[in-house]
């Protein structure tokens, strides 16, 4: 049976990388992240072929694409081409992005 309306607040939490932890959402051709990073918490630069887009909700980060670095704040909202290398660092107080990706990334499935 398919399911249509989830609950960001029932969903587990999945941990990417130390202080940093995801729940997703997906259906057949793309995935939803939301993703909650602490104070301090780091991804470093790297890579994967799906289509990125995200908007930040908490918080402050300073996010590099391409080799760009800009500081994003709430409202903010960033495009990572597929294969272009980016990354981030969180400010000093605890952020949130929501993050949509095409095809769906099968690892972040759970």
Do not use: C, N
């Not at 249509?4 to 940093?20: E, N, T, V």
């Amino acid at each position: 049976m398919t399911t249509y309306f989830h609950s960001s607040a029932d969903r587990a939490r999945k941990p990417l990388l130390p202080g940093i932890v995801t729940r997703t959402f997906w259906g057949e051709k793309m995935l939803l992240s939301l993703v909650d990073l602490d104070a301090q918490a780091a991804i470093p630069l790297h890579s994967h072929p799906h289509e990125q887009v995200g908007m930040a909700l908490l918080g402050e980060l300073d996010l590099t694409i391409a080799g760009e670095t800009r500081h994003v704040i709430p409202g903010d909202i960033y495009i990572v081409p597929g294969g272009v290398e980016h990354g981030l660092t969180v400010g000093d107080a605890p952020a949130q992005v929501i993050e949509a990706f095409s095809p769906v990334r099968e690892e972040y499935k759970y």
